[in-house]
């Protein structure tokens, strides 16, 4: 079992930003791929950002804007958030999954309010 431990969400103003972070606990195995998700109210859970094995996936909403970075060996992710825009306003999740052991591991969110 993995967990993760979200912090950084809150509330800026239309073109600030914001620095979300995740950090997972220790494990044997592998992580796959770990990033963020987000949930706007009354919408579908959508991708915002996520290392794959060999590549860096961002939702088309969010290029050009969010960076996500990491430190050593994916146990850390951090997602900056520049050029905020009130669509971006959700609640973000952290995800990582481990395929050696069928993994979906989903933290417990942080809500991120952007005003106009």
């Known amino acids: 079992q993995v967990q993760l431990v979200e912090s950084g969400g809150g509330l800026v103003q239309a073109g600030g930003s914001l620095r979300l972070s995740c950090a997972a606990s220790?494990?044997?195995?592998?992580?796959?791929?770990m990033g963020w998700y987000r949930q706007a109210p009354g919408k579908q859970r959508e991708l915002v950002a996520v290392f794959r094995r060999f590549y860096t996936e961002y939702g088309d909403s969010v290029k050009g804007r969010f960076t996500l970075s990491r430190d050593n060996a994916m146990n850390t992710v951090h997602l900056q958030m520049n050029s905020l825009r009130p669509e971006d306003t959700a609640v973000y999740y952290c995800n990582a999954v481990i395929l050696a052991i069928g993994g979906d591991y989903w933290g417990e969110g942080t809500l991120v309010t952007v005003s106009s």
């Open positions: 220790r494990t044997p195995f592998t992580i796959n791929s």
